[in-house]
């Protein structure tokens, strides 16, 4: 049997939208929740590249909370590094230092945390290898209700923000 040229297309075109459709509904998919459902999503995510002899990277992006309580993500992590933690830059002694949050990171009702460079973002401590430019890198965050958040990040070259860490 013989299918029209004009078919033809027609049916191709279509096949290729649908795949496009699904392939990019899928890039975005990088957040998945295990446990109690989170109400956290992480976009705009990235990774900071580091040779292992760095000892330490950090992810970036915003964290927004769609359900009308806060939500305080208090821990990670990855197998990438040793330690995950939630990290502030503050001004000390006229430096400028980076330390962990106690208690963690409070994501306010219908709100956002933006985790940039030279403010609020999550350190990946004691790199276990190199993370390379291009490289996906997965990360599980904890909040205090028990829910998970698996993201997955890729590695980006950053040479700013040097500050000092401060344990």
Not at 2 to 10: D, E, G, H, K, T
Not at 95 to 118: C, H, I, N, S, Y
Not at 139 to 158: N, P, Q, S, W, Y
């Amino acid at each position: 049997m013989r299918v029209p040229f004009a078919r033809l297309v027609a049916t191709v075109a279509g096949c290729a939208l649908m795949l496009t459709a699904v392939a990019c509904s899928n890039a975005d998919q990088s957040a998945v929740t295990t446990g109690p459902r989170t109400p956290l999503v992480l976009t705009e995510q990235w990774v900071k590249a580091a040779p292992q002899s760095d000892h330490m990277s950090a992810l970036f992006g915003t964290l927004t909370n769609e359900s009308d309580d806060e939500v305080r993500v208090v821990s990670g992590s990855t197998s990438v590094a040793k330690k995950v933690e939630m990290h502030e830059i503050v001004e000390q002694g006229g430096q400028t230092v980076m330390r962990e949050v106690d208690g963690g990171f409070v994501v306010p009702a219908r709100g956002r945390l933006e985790l940039k460079p030279g403010a609020n973002h999550i350190m990946l401590m004691g790199l276990r290898q190199s993370i390379a430019a291009g490289q996906a890198v997965t990360i599980e965050l904890r909040t205090t209700d028990g829910a998970h958040l698996t993201v997955t990040a890729l590695a980006r070259d950053f040479a700013g923000n040097q500050e000092e860490y401060q344990p």
